[in-house]
């Protein structure tokens, strides 16, 4: 069974990064899937950050692409995300989660999730 | 990046029909088959409901359907339940090779 788990600071102080690790289990990271992250602010939609694959290749979400590092460890069955700078405006639940094959762009399995709030 | 256009609100009575709508541009819904469907009820992680426009995911109920026209992709669902009281997102890769949600649709089963 695919398993999916968020780790990290709930409390990141403003200016300062974000760091959050999604440790997958149940499943081979390094298989034919991409991982990615997606967040959800308060009162807000569904916002996707990034996406990477286990050879490294990523994808952004044009908006923060500046800000995001995607970073993936299939020794340890692990991805990070890493968010700079970051705002008020970045305080959400974070997900991380597994993003079908095919070329589909469609996340199958998510993890629970895990609030960050931004806030000195 | 806009998000894709969903109605804030729909809602039905045990039984029914109800269809929510998510609109785009050619640039995404339009342009692509990769509309995805995730239906979230409060406190929890969303749960895929459709993929690739029209597409089930094994165990979800075929009350549930996905289409597209044009620019405007829709979620139908069918013989409404209580339990499918929820928050309802719809998404599509873009042209920009990212992922892009609309900003959702609370459905209250009345």
Redesign the interface.
Known sequence: QVQLQESGPGLVKPSETLSLTCAVSGFSISSDYWW?W?RHPPG?????IA?IYHNGRT?????LKSRVTISIDTSRSQFSLGLSSVTAADTAVY?CGRQ?GN??????Y????TLVTVSS | QSALTQPPSVSGSPGQSVTISCTGSSSDVGGFNRVSWYHQPPGTAPRLLIYGVRNRPSGVPDRFSGSKSGNTASLTISGLQTEDEADYYCSSFTSSNSVLFGGGTKLTVL
């Open positions: 990615g997606i807000k939609g569904l916002e996707w996406t994808f952004y979400n044009p908006s997900y079908l070329d589909l762009w469609s996340y199958d998510w993890g629970q999730g």
